[in-house]
């Protein structure tokens, strides 16, 4: 009987992570496009910084952050997520 190489031990863990970050990243976004279709966030492409500063104020700290990033972005400016708190705060 052989022994269990590394290879055969690494990839139903290399597998169950991939299916766990993908699944992860897929919920993610199905959340976000419920939330637009409920109306409590607008598509990317008609937010405004204005959007932004409701969601901030209304408590929706994580998802105006999110926003203000992905404004951000578009405009050719990656922000850190501790980057995007700080300059959110002061929008």
Known sequence: ?????????LLPLLIVFTVVVVTYLGLHKVVEFGMIRMGILKP????????VRKLRDSGQVYWALRRFRQLKKKDGLRLSFREGMDQLQKL
């Open 44 to 51: 990317l492409s008609k937010t405004t910084w204005e959007d």
């Open 1 to 9: 009987m052989q022994e269990p190489s590394v290879f055969n031990t």
